[in-house]
């Protein structure tokens, strides 16, 4: 970690203010990514974008310079439920990751919409076209892509406003005996383990409203409804509680050969340019029905 010395005019403003400044050649995205990811420090501690900086305060930081992409259309197959001039409604499979990343150069979301769709809206950059909201490379289901910056924009707000309802399928280990509660826990970066995310105090706030939909001898089905959606957020509070999801990799007992059974099946909200109310369901993917159908059965 590198140290920056606070400079008289640095005191009042805001951090992130300060280090777009300092560095000039990053974006204010990006800027705001490496503080929520504690890249950037103040007095050895992850602070918010807005922090304001005090007399005392020592900043810190570790920033590495973010590698250019190259994104091409692939013709992955891709499961279109819904499409109109604004927006597309994608079931993704699993095993696919979203959008590009440094460190993989696997096949991507982003490359199969570029060559199944006819447009994308350009909100996100060349990396992220149409991106609106993300599932976990190894969770399938349902996910909105804008195909209008007008169309982005309004979505986008939407969620912020939580005016899209998000509704997930998981199997996790354990007897759950509650038929519904909802687990109210802040989520942020792990402190020691930076590709994890854990129960921090000082997190975000992060609501998951959960439903008993199928007990099974020593596992549970579950319905998973999002109020918030922070990063890897079912996952962490479903093991928090002593009920990780089967398969997972990060939170799980123990890897397992078919993955994650998390499913975003159901997707509720009204359309951000006709007003009219969309309403999506998929059926869990053969994997995971397979799987929840063994246990019944045994």
């Given amino acids: 970690m590198k140290n920056i010395k606070i400079k008289s005019e640095y005191i009042g403003q805001r951090l992130d203010h300060i280090m777009y400044d ?35 305060d020592q900043i810190s930081y570790q920033i590495e310079t973010p590698k250019i992409l190259d994104v091409a259309p692939e013709n992955i197959p891709l499961d279109i439920v819904y499409e109109d001039d604004y927006l597309a409604v994608i079931n993704k499979q699993k095993g696919l990751i979203v959008h590009p990343a ?15 769709l006819s447009s994308l809206s350009s909100i996100n950059g060349t990396i992220r076209p149409g991106i609106v909201h993300r599932i976990d490379k190894d969770t399938s289901g349902l996910l909105i892509v804008a195909k209008s910056n007008e169309a982005h924009i309004k979505l986008s707000e939407m969620l912020k406003k939580h005016l899209i309802s998000r509704r997930y399928l998981a199997l996790v280990h354990g007897h759950i005996h509650h038929d519904h509660f909802s687990i109210d826990l802040p989520i942020a970066r792990h402190p020691n383990k930076r590709k994890q995310m854990a129960i921090v105090k000082e997190g975000r706030r992060a609501v998951t409203h959960v439903s008993v939909k199928k007990r099974l001898h020593q596992h549970t089905l579950v319905e998973c409804q999002l109020e918030t959606g922070r990063t890897h957020q079912i996952r962490v509070h479903l093991s928090h509680l002593k009920f990780p999801i089967v398969g997972d990799p990060i939170y799980g007992i123990k890897k397992e050969a078919f993955g994650q059974l998390l499913h975003a099946y159901q997707l509720i909200f009204e359309h951000p340019m006709t007003k009219e109310k969309m309403f999506f369901e998929v059926p869990l993917p053969e994997h995971m029905a397979s799987y929840i159908k063994k246990l019944d059965v045994s």
């Fill in 102 to 116: 440094s460190t993989t150069s696997a096949p991507t979301l982003v490359s199969a919409l570029m060559f199944h």
């Fill in 22 to 56: 300092f560095f000039g050649k990053y974006t204010k995205s990006y800027i705001q990514k490496m503080i929520k990811q504690g890249d950037i420090l103040v007095n050895d501690s992850q602070v918010k974008n807005g922090y304001i900086l005090k007399e005392e």
